[in-house]
């Protein structure tokens, strides 16, 4: 039986950075809408596929982005924190389209920094604002704190977007000072701060 071997381009174009696997029943058509991008765009962006109407699950397509992604950045500490205290954030692609960033981090009881009940992870993009939400422990002591914030379609993560964990009071709505944070540097996704 031939198994068609998945194409794969050498490089994508500035405004294309992304990259997205194909799976079995996306089209062309889906994708564009998906990414909010015309079919044309699409193509005349993605050679090493010579016919658009023909996808194979597994080909890997240049998309809309302004960093490569999906991609990871480690989260460093600010000031003084516990021993063992660190996180990631991993940006890719939203289930309904768009960008998530999702956030995972080992860090103590949020009162070990004061009268706080939880933890904020925030991603804050240059010209376009903040977007946070509220992260979650698992029963581990000391717990792993997560959550993916889903960004709005208008919205895309760029080079110099500022990641960061910070404790918050869910009755007061006082946030503490920034525990974990990354920058999102130029052409890739590692953390540089």
Do not use: K
Request: aromatic share 10%; glycine share 10%.
């Amino acid at each position: 039986m031939f198994r068609q071997q998945p194409r794969i381009p050498q490089n994508c174009p500035p405004a294309f950075l992304g990259r997205y696997t194909v799976l079995p029943g996306d089209t062309f058509f889906t994708l564009a809408q998906m990414f909010r991008v015309r079919i044309e765009a699409l193509a005349v962006n993605n050679p090493h596929i010579p016919n658009p109407n023909v996808l194979f699950p597994g080909d890997v397509l240049c998309v809309p982005g302004l960093i490569p992604y999906p991609c990871c950045t480690v989260l460093q500490p600010r000031g003084r924190v516990p021993f063992g205290t660190g996180g990631v954030a991993y940006v890719n692609f939203a289930p309904r389209g768009g960008q998530a960033v999702s956030f995972m981090a080992t860090l103590p009881q949020p009162t070990v920094f004061g009268n706080f009940d939880m933890y904020t992870g925030e991603i804050f993009i240059p010209g376009i604002g903040g977007f946070g939400n509220q992260l979650f422990a698992s029963p581990e002591d000391p717990p792993t704190w997560s959550r993916r914030i889903d960004l709005p379609t208008v919205a895309s993560v760029m080079p110099n977007s500022r990641i960061s964990i910070r404790p918050s009071n869910s009755l007061t709505g006082a946030s503490g000072p920034i525990i974990l944070e990354g920058i999102i540097r130029g052409g890739n996704c590692q953390s540089q701060s």
